[in-house]
């Protein structure tokens, strides 16, 4: 079977839930199928030719899916994981600590995610602090995760700094809010580097997974940073990944998000837009 052949039968949907019970006191925003993709990824895809990037990773529940799937694959993979983590909103941390999550001193939660992490510690590392502030030079990466394009120009910096580790032929990019209507950008620039990525998988409601296919130059990953863009090649962007994908995701998720970046095209965070479009519905 081809490798795109296995990825069609989604074989992570068969997978018994059990398979995550080391990862399942840790919390997350990933619904099941997402996280036993996480796990069927690093179990079964991976081979060990690079590392894993996972950018956004909240409490950790990303990275804990990624890691038990390394650990019952047998792979020595290491896990570079990424976000503030910082717990601001009390109500959060209520409802954090009420799903059990150690305690912890104001907003500081990385010592709770190392404890919760630690059954996996030789493995994993934590980068507290701004994405857009850190670089990378920890060699090629096998699987990216992208949970925290939740600007635009969040979203170049992770296509700048990431991209040109990508293995081609083999890694793949998981854009975790790829469809999300409050992050039009995310297609937009995977339409522009659309030469050197195949979409090969659907997950859920918003997920989707690229395989690098070529290794891209700079300039083309510089002439793809969406946060400086005009409107017209923004929204041209859209309108073409709106042809392109829609034999496998359907018109109508990607008319959603074009609708979305019409309706407002200067606004390139996912926050601003949210608020934009409750006072346009109000
Ligand atoms: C939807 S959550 C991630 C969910 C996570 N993957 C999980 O398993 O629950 C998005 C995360 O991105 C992080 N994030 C967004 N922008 C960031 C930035 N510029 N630097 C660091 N983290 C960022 C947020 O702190 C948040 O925890």
């Known amino acids: ?3 795109q052949a296995l990825l069609d039968t989604a074989p992570w949907q068969g997978l018994d839930p059990t398979v995550l019970a080391s990862a399942d006191p840790v919390p997350t925003m990933l619904n099941q199928e997402e996280r036993q ?3 069927w990824l690093a179990r079964d895809y991976l081979q060990d030719a690079g590392t894993i990037v996972d950018l956004g990773s909240y409490v950790g529940g990303s990275t804990a899916c990624l890691a038990a799937g390394c650990e019952a694959g047998g792979k020595s993979s290491a896990i570079h994981s990424y976000d503030r983590f910082e717990i601001h909103n009390a109500e959060r941390k209520a409802r954090l600590l009420s799903l059990g999550v150690p305690d912890f001193l104001d907003a500081d939660i990385l010592p709770a995610i190392q404890t919760m992490l630690s059954p996996w510690k ?3 590392h934590l980068y507290p602090g701004d994405i857009r502030k850190m670089g990378w030079s920890r060699g090629p990466i ?5 949970d925290a394009a939740k600007h635009a120009n969040t979203g170049d910096h ?5 991209f040109p580790h990508l293995i081609p032929g083999r890694s793949l990019v998981v854009h975790q809010d790829f469809l999300n209507i409050r992050q039009p950008w995310i297609a937009a620039q995977m339409s522009l580097l659309s030469a050197y990525f195949e979409p090969v998988i659907l997950c859920g409601q918003d997920c989707m997974v690229f395989r ?3 290794k891209i130059p700079d300039n083309v990953i510089a002439h793809a940073q969406i946060a400086p863009m005009k409107t017209a090649p923004y929204l041209k962007a859209l309108r073409k990944i709106t042809e392109t994908l ?5 018109q109508r998720p990607l008319r959603r998000i074009l609708k979305s970046a019409k309706a407002h095209p200067n606004i390139r965070s996912a926050h ?8 346009k519905n109000s």
């Open 142 to 146: 096998e699987l990216l995760i992208i």
């Open 1 to 3: 079977m081809t490798q």
């Open 122 to 124: 030789s493995r994993i």
């Open 246 to 250: 829609a034999p496998m995701v359907g």
């Open 272 to 279: 601003q837009l949210a608020r934009a479009m409750k006072q």
């Open 212 to 214: 690098n296919i070529a």
């Open 158 to 162: 992770i296509a700048s700094t990431y």
């Open 37 to 39: 993709m996480y796990y």
